[in-house]
């Protein structure tokens, strides 16, 4: 564990509040006219020299100030970050936003990606909420013609799937409804794993019933990862040590892309731990796409039952506090929300 002393861990915090606010090498002389520091240009100079020996600085050009590197970014969201809250007036106007939109999810995730953009000033991800695991909620049999019956399926976390079946015989609507209440009363709550268990010990139409339950089960799990909704790329782009770089393109290239956007939330997932919210800076030395940038991240949702995740990606120059406070904010205000919808 490297000893930083009272006085490096504030001026490594100065260094990278004018980091962010200017993208520009900061200057001993800077930081004691600008923070009226007790202390003279020399000692603040002495100080960013041990800074740079242990890696949390760095001078990108002789007679330069310095700039914070990866390592001093990890240190200062890891060390010295202190956890904030929106203002009352950015959450009440949020909140008022969404609910606003009440029972629309894609609307929902639009706003969330905006928001985040916006509070961020980097680009911005949401998926839809999708089941963690897929569990059967109830059943629907509604005679149509003939043997024809339509299956309505409903999956927890609202996920409707509808499916015209066809019969051996004609059933009518009294049986249906009596199989749909005996199959819900069954399997309510169960997930692929049970529902299989119990598969071998129906018969008849029940048995019928059950197979294809799981098939539409099996094929929406395949699926199940949520649609990505994207935001802010531009503000990436226009950031000034991104302007015509080939490592912002990268970047860009790999958000544009769903199966890499959820391979990188899942892997992202495993990084640091801030009140609940994930934080890579970096890439971490595993997705080299995104060494320039930094990533802040959180799940929203049923533990165990439904999930999402929401994001920002940005210079590894972010602010970081408001980063944070916003993607924690959203994070539970979305929870909110599809618990609500999710339990009605």
């Not at 049999?141 to 015209?164: A, D, K, P, W």
């Not at 018969?203 to 019928?208: A, I, K, M, N, Q």
């Not at 990606?313 to 919808?341: A, N, Q, W």
């Amino acid at each position: 564990m490297v000893e930083v002393s009272e006085r490096q861990k504030l001026i490594l915090t100065l260094v990278i509040h004018e980091h962010v606010r200017t993208a520009s090498p900061v200057g001993s002389k800077h930081l004691v006219e600008n923070y009226n520091l007790d202390m003279s240009s020399a000692t603040v100079r002495n100080e960013m020299s041990a800074l740079t020996e242990i890696d949390f600085l760095r001078q990108p050009y002789t007679s330069a100030g310095r700039e914070p590197t990866e390592e001093g970014y990890r240190y200062f969201v890891r060390n010295l970050l202190h956890q904030t809250e929106l203002p009352d007036s950015t959450r009440s106007m949020i909140s008022h936003q969404f609910y606003q939109s009440r029972q629309d999810v894609e609307q929902w995730m639009r706003l969330a990606a905006s928001i985040l953009a916006n509070h961020s000033r980097a680009a911005s991800l949401v998926t839809a909420p999708y089941p963690e695991h897929v569990r059967f909620k109830h059943i629907e049999l509604i005679s149509t013609r003939g043997r024809q019956v339509l299956m309505v399926l409903v999956l927890f976390g609202g996920e409707i799937q509808q499916r015209i079946l066809n019969l051996n015989e004609h059933v009518p609507q009294e049986k249906l409804s009596e199989v749909s209440r005996r199959i819900t009363g069954l399997i309510q709550g169960q997930d692929l794993t049970t529902l299989r268990h119990l598969q071998s010990q129906q018969v008849g139409l029940e048995e019928d019933v059950l197979n294809w339950v799981i098939k539409e089960m099996d094929q929406f799990d395949a699926l199940a990862a949520g649609e990505v909704y994207l935001d802010g790329l531009t503000n990436v782009l226009e950031e000034p040590e991104f302007t015509g770089s080939p490592e912002a393109r990268q970047a860009i290239r790999l958000l544009e892309e769903r199966s890499q956007v959820h391979s990188l939330l899942q892997q992202a997932l495993a990084a640091d731990t801030v009140g609940g919210v994930q934080v890579l800076i970096g890439g971490e030395g595993t997705w080299d796409e995104l060494r320039q940038c930094a990533i802040v991240l959180s799940r929203y949702g049923m533990p165990g039952l439904v999930t999402g995740m929401i994001g920002v990606v940005g210079p590894i120059r972010l602010p970081y506090g408001r980063t944070i406070s916003t993607v924690r904010f959203l994070s539970g205000l979305l929870s909110d929300l599809v618990t609500e919808m999710a339990m009605e």
